[in-house]
């Protein structure tokens, strides 16, 4: 595996000063963010002798199908070897979901055109986090930590915690106490030491930042954040070379901190400037909650700036109200021509059911978020039914099974008889009967 | 307003070490000035160059931060600590 720790290095993204590769993710300058910048020119395969972009293309497909399988633009250690075949999650057509949110004479264009990107079945933790957490730990590993660490509203927490055990690493998890209970247990089972703070993932935050000053610990999403952050660009990649090594017209992402629907345009981009695909204008549409909705907003008003919220929303994993990455992500958007919108709770809801009643795919609120925004989008024709359209399903949800308390009815055990099962069939069709019918009468 | 901000790592190499400055400031701009007057390294450091706050360092006020109590027209208590925080926590709007 090609690992290449001289090909890149810090760079602050507003005044520009480079820094060599250190967990660090401000410039001591102006405290702007750090992102990782590569040497293209030593990346791009020689066009002497016939070789060009088809070259590395090849070299990609010999791969493992794993997200390592793009080494070459990930910032990894030298002679690093992957312990976990992270990522390459399927990415396939959704036509009975698209028929849907393209009601209509489009429909079956639609049909043919939209896809999701399932994170919900990622290794090894069910979200795209294990993807970010899988370059976080490598170079935590190449820094000397013993301890990882991250603030997180849970997927994140379940990454950590299990990489980490995998590793060999002590985990410190820093969580909002009203996390939902399936990713505490998630990550407890790991081992990890969970720390539950009375306060929203914002405060979670900003005292990890005060805590990875004191301590030498790495922080996936503090200190480590400039590395964590490209393992995103993977997502991206994927979806290209799942297509046939072509750009979509349109994606569709969840935003919290806002880093994911940056780093997917930043693969683009990548394999763009390597000639790995053809260049094609791609728009990005970001996707949030309505009760925590800064990116979003300031998309729909028109603002560059983020002003920040106080969180109010069942999607918790998507409940940052001061989004780290949010001025860069609205920076993406704009200047894609693509937009964004958001979701209410009960939205939310109906979203995920729609979603796994017509493509049996069962992802948390933050897929719901994103089908539920898609749905918005088609019918503000800011998604057109013939072009191709990528939904990023980035969580599973097993985790959050809690928003769908009381949606089903608990049915009443019936005894082992053929005559009672008969019995109960009748009843059963004569309630889905009465259902249909005031569904038309509804539609009427 | 006696108030009590703590330096973050990366800006004490510009307060000879100190981690904790005491100041007199009744808000924001004023504390701000005060820290340019017992620090004038750390000026270029914590404002742009029209003088504004840094957009990536986030202010924080007894654990909340200051945009959600007014930001510029917050009043400081006395006995206030004051957080400096740099951006991991979100670019700033401007205050």
């Known amino acids: 595996m090609p690992t290449h720790d001289a090909l890149y290095q810090l760079r602050c993204r507003e005044c520009g000063r480079l820094w060599v590769n250190q967990p660090r993710s401000y410039c001591e300058e102006c405290f702007s963010p750090l992102e990782v910048i590569y040497d293209y020119d030593a990346i791009r395969p020689a066009r002497a002798n016939g070789a060009g972009p088809g070259i590395l293309r090849e070299r990609i497909a010999q791969r493992p199908a794993n997200m390592w399988?793009?080494?070459?633009?990930?910032?990894?250690?030298?002679?690093?070897?992957?312990?976990?075949?992270?990522?390459?999650?399927?990415?396939?057509?959704?036509?009975?979901?698209?028929?849907?949110?393209?009601?209509?004479?489009?429909?079956?264009?639609?049909?043919?055109?939209?896809?999701?990107?399932?994170?919900?079945?990622?290794?090894?933790?069910?979200?795209?986090?294990?993807?970010?957490?899988?370059?976080?730990?490598?170079?935590?590993?190449?820094?000397?930590?013993?301890?990882?660490?991250?603030?997180?509203?849970?997927?994140?927490?379940?990454?950590?915690?299990?990489?980490?055990?995998?590793?060999?690493?002590?985990?410190?998890?820093?969580?909002?106490?009203?996390?939902?209970?399936?990713?505490?247990?998630?990550?407890?089972?790991?081992?990890?030491?969970?720390?539950?703070?009375?306060?929203?993932?914002?405060?979670?935050?900003?005292?990890?930042?005060?805590?990875?000053?004191?301590?030498?610990?790495?922080?996936?999403?503090?200190?480590?954040?400039?590395?964590?952050?490209?393992?995103?660009?993977?997502?991206?990649?994927?979806?290209?070379?799942?297509?046939?090594?072509?750009?979509?017209?349109?994606?569709?992402?969840?935003?919290?901190?806002?880093?994911?629907?940056?780093?997917?345009?930043?693969?683009?981009?990548?394999?763009?400037?390597?000639?790995?695909?053809?260049?094609?204008?791609?728009?990005?549409?970001?996707?949030?909650?309505?009760?925590?909705?800064?990116?979003?907003?300031?998309?729909?008003?028109?603002?560059?700036?983020?002003?920040?919220?106080?969180?109010a929303t069942i999607a918790r994993s998507l409940a940052i109200g001061n989004p780290a990455d949010g001025l860069y992500a609205i920076r993406a958007i704009k200047q894609s021509g693509g937009w964004s919108e958001d979701v209410s709770d009960p939205e939310v809801v109906d979203a995920i059911r729609l979603l796994a009643e017509n493509e049996g795919i069962f992802t948390e609120t933050a897929g719901g978020v994103t089908v539920g925004t898609a749905a918005k989008l088609y019918r503000q024709d800011r998604i057109l039914p013939e072009e191709t359209t990528v939904l990023c399903i980035t969580g599973n949800g097993l985790k959050t099974t809690d928003v769908l308390a009381g949606v089903y009815e608990v049915e009443q055990p019936i005894a082992p008889k053929l005559a009672e099962f008969e019995s109960y069939l009748q009843q059963t069709l004569e309630k889905d009967n009465a259902a249909t019918e005031r569904h038309a009468a509804a539609a009427v | 307003m006696s108030i009590h901000v703590q330096i973050p790592t990366a800006l004490r190499r510009h307060t000879a070490g100190v981690a904790t400055v005491a100041c007199t400031a009744s808000n924001l701009q004023q504390l701000l000035s005060a820290l340019d007057e017992q620090f004038p390294e750390l000026k270029s450091h914590i404002r742009d160059d029209k003088g504004q706050l840094r957009r990536f360092l986030n202010i924080y006020v007894n654990e909340e931060d200051i945009r959600f109590l007014g930001g510029n027209d917050y009043v400081f208590s006395d006995g206030d600590e004051v957080l400096l925080v740099p951006s991991i926590a979100g670019g700033s709007a401007r205050l």
């Open chain 1, 69 to 311: 399988r793009y080494a070459e633009l990930l910032p990894l250690p030298a002679g690093f070897e992957p312990r976990l075949p992270v990522g390459f999650t399927p990415l396939f057509r959704a036509p009975r979901l698209a028929e849907r949110l393209a009601a209509g004479n489009d429909a079956q264009a639609a049909a043919q055109n939209l896809y999701i990107k399932n994170d919900a079945v990622c290794m090894p933790t069910l979200s795209f986090k294990d993807r970010v957490v899988a370059v976080a730990l490598a170079q935590a590993q190449a820094f000397g930590f013993d301890t990882v660490a991250c603030s997180s509203t849970g997927n994140l927490a379940n990454a950590v915690a299990a990489q980490a055990a995998r590793l060999g690493l002590k985990a410190r998890i820093f969580i909002p106490a009203d996390l939902e209970p399936a990713k505490i247990l998630g990550t407890q089972v790991f081992g990890a030491t969970v720390v539950r703070i009375g306060g929203n993932y914002d405060q979670v935050n900003r005292l990890c930042s005060q805590i990875a000053e004191e301590r030498r610990w790495g922080f996936v999403n503090v200190n480590l954040r400039p590395y964590y952050a490209e393992g995103s660009k993977t997502v991206g990649f994927e979806i290209a070379e799942q297509l046939g090594w072509r750009l979509p017209d349109n994606v569709v992402v969840p935003m919290a901190g806002g880093s994911l629907i940056t780093k997917i345009k930043k693969a683009f981009d990548e394999l763009i400037k390597l000639g790995l695909v053809a260049e094609k204008p791609v728009k990005f549409f970001g996707a949030q909650a309505t009760g925590c909705s800064p990116i979003s907003t300031a998309v729909k008003t028109g603002s560059a700036e983020i002003e920040p919220q106080k969180p």
